[in-house]
């Protein structure tokens, strides 16, 4: 399932924007750049909605897989993530999310990416560990110390 279309952030205005006024939160398999929303950008996109909304994008070079269709289940696997939970904590703050994932081979390691992926969620302050815990329809993954 994609990500919803006011979820999603397109345009090279927004992305140099991200690569400008982004703090960076490295991973061993994914890098997060967030930075705060500025709906300004959007205008041009003729979007009806340009609201302080949590947007992602997430990039998937072909270091990582030169099959599309290996790049594309992966995309897939971490939109998909977003649309379970991020909707339904609805705690989000208004930043704009840009997920590179680095080179390396876990096309086959589903539950070590998505393990990543919410630790950096934690660690970038964009989820609450306490929200998180509460909510009984997700299993909360430890961190290692």
């Known amino acids: 399932m994609a990500l919803p279309k006011e979820?999603?952030?397109?345009?090279?205005?927004?992305?140099?924007?991200?690569?400008?006024?982004?703090?960076?939160?490295?991973?061993?398999?994914?890098?997060?750049?967030?930075?705060r929303s500025n709906p300004e950008i959007l205008l041009t996109h003729n979007l009806t909605n340009t609201s302080n909304k949590f947007?992602?994008?997430?990039?998937i070079s072909k270091k990582v897989s030169k099959k599309a269709v290996e790049r594309n289940k992966l995309r897939r696997i971490l939109q998909?993530?977003?649309i379970k939970n991020i909707q339904k904590i609805n705690n989000h703050?208004?930043?704009?999310?840009?997920?590179?994932?680095?080179?390396?081979?876990?096309?086959?390691?589903?539950?070590r990416l998505l393990e990543e992926f919410q630790n950096l969620m934690f660690k970038s302050r964009l989820i609450k560990w306490l929200t998180?815990?509460?909510?009984?329809?997700?299993?909360a993954v430890p961190q290692k110390v």
Do not use: Q
């Open 80 to 82: 998909e993530w977003l």
């Open 93 to 111: 703050k208004p930043y704009w999310l840009l997920v590179n994932l680095k080179f390396g081979d876990f096309c086959n390691d589903e539950s």
């Open 55 to 59: 947007r992602v994008a997430i990039a």
């Open 132 to 139: 998180w815990m509460k909510k009984p329809f997700m299993k």
């Open 7 to 35: 979820m999603r952030l397109k345009g090279h205005r927004t992305f140099n924007y991200i690569h400008k006024n982004s703090k960076t939160y490295y991973g061993n398999l994914m890098t997060f750049k967030v930075a």
